[in-house]
């Protein structure tokens, strides 16, 4: 099997709070310009995963509005953490597993690693393995986990649901791996925020903002999103991913872990008193945000539910790295859209308030052509 990579080598976070099973892919040149990119991937040539978009880096403006959002959200964050792992630890034991869907969910992973150790003084272990659309999560990963702990044990975690692709890619994938005669594991997906519905296991299904959602790699260890590309990875290899070293000085993952975690005491009591009110409430996953997505996908015109990403994560993540076309939100000046207008503004991206909208914002990826890169 294929060793696990861990910081500082790989990475920036300390080795004890992830062990990342990907590919170091950070000697190769994987990154495309967006336009180029984006073109490709819709016309058909090309898949999201065999390439990485270069990162947007943004300016000290943008910055210091990310400092303010994570100083105004850290405590509703750590509520956050807190609901979700007490919600684990209760239903599925304190023996479990965490494994985070890189890149977004690491971050989370690691935070709900720390509640776990704070208040019930569990060590619990984390890995971050690799899952894609269309492709499903990274098998050699699986065989890497069952090897080591009881698949029964594994929960994965991600940060947020928007529509729901991943949540289904997940079962689809899991599904097909257990029908193979492969290792039975389970896809209850663990997530801080679930405003589409998707997933059972949540700490709020409210669309609010994760901070981590405004920042690529620098807020996420130093590590790209992930690769598949059968030129690179073999089918003994883990999925792989780069690691930025170069973008150190810019480094905030310490920081938004740090001030997420320095709010946990002061929210721990709330988070007790809720735990059996969330429990009890109705978790049932209907995919409502689904039957959004199709509404918004026929009111614009749009071809596939792919160019339609819903919720403030999902929103923030077409303007960081895709073509934009507009971003919908239902409020004009709501607070936790400040810095989708400010990314919106410098991209030159229309901001339309659809009062009606059932998320609180919603991103529309643009149709590139083939061949001019336009729309």
């Not at 994987?30 to 990485?52: C, F, N």
């Not at 659309?133 to 940060?159: E, M, N, Q, W």
């Amino acid at each position: 099997m294929p060793v696990p990579l861990t910081g500082p080598a790989f990475g920036s976070y300390r080795p004890d709070e992830v062990s990342w099973l990907l590919t170091d892919l950070s000697a190769v040149d994987l990154e495309a310009d967006p336009a180029h990119r984006e073109a490709e991937i819709q016309a058909g040539r090309a898949h999201y995963a065999e390439s990485l978009p270069v990162e947007y880096q943004p300016d000290p403006a943008y910055q210091a509005l990310f400092d303010t959002i994570l100083a105004g959200s850290a405590a509703r964050l750590a509520y956050a953490v807190g609901a979700v792992t007490e919600l684990v630890l209760a239903e599925r034991g304190p023996g479990v597993v965490l494994a985070s869907l890189a890149r977004a969910g690491t971050p989370i992973g690691i935070l709900m690693r720390r509640w776990a150790r704070r208040f019930h003084g569990l060590d619990l272990p984390h890995y971050a393995v690799s899952i894609v659309r269309a492709r499903g999560i990274d098998r050699v990963a699986l065989r890497y986990l069952a090897t080591r702990h009881d698949p029964a044990s594994v929960v994965f975690v991600d940060g947020w649901t928007g529509k729901g692709a991943i949540a289904r890619e997940l079962t689809a994938a899991l599904d097909a791996v257990r029908a193979a005669g492969g290792p039975a594991f389970s896809d209850d997906l663990a997530v801080l925020a679930d405003p589409g519905h998707c997933v059972r296991t949540f700490g709020t299904r409210d669309d609010f903002l994760i901070a981590s959602a405004c920042l690529n790699s620098t807020v996420s260890g130093l590590v790209s999103r992930t690769v598949l590309n059968r030129d690179l990875i073999g089918p003994g290899d883990f999925h792989g991913a780069k690691f930025y070293a170069e973008l150190g000085d810019r480094d905030v993952s310490g920081v938004f872990l740090d001030a997420v975690s320095a709010r946990f005491d002061e929210v721990a009591a709330r988070v007790r008193a809720d735990g059996p009110a969330l429990a009890g409430s109705d978790r049932a996953v209907t995919f409502a945000g689904w039957a959004a997505v199709e509404a918004i996908r026929e009111r614009y015109g749009i071809d596939s539910v792919n160019f339609v990403k819903p919720g403030v994560g999902e929103a923030t993540r077409v303007l960081l790295r895709r073509v934009p076309w507009k971003i919908l939100v239902r409020e004009p000046d709501h607070p936790d859209h400040e810095h989708l207008r400010l990314l919106a503004a410098d991209r030159g991206v229309p901001v339309e308030v659809v009062p009606d909208l059932a998320y609180s914002c919603v991103g529309l990826v643009r149709r590139v052509g083939a061949e001019t890169g336009e729309g």
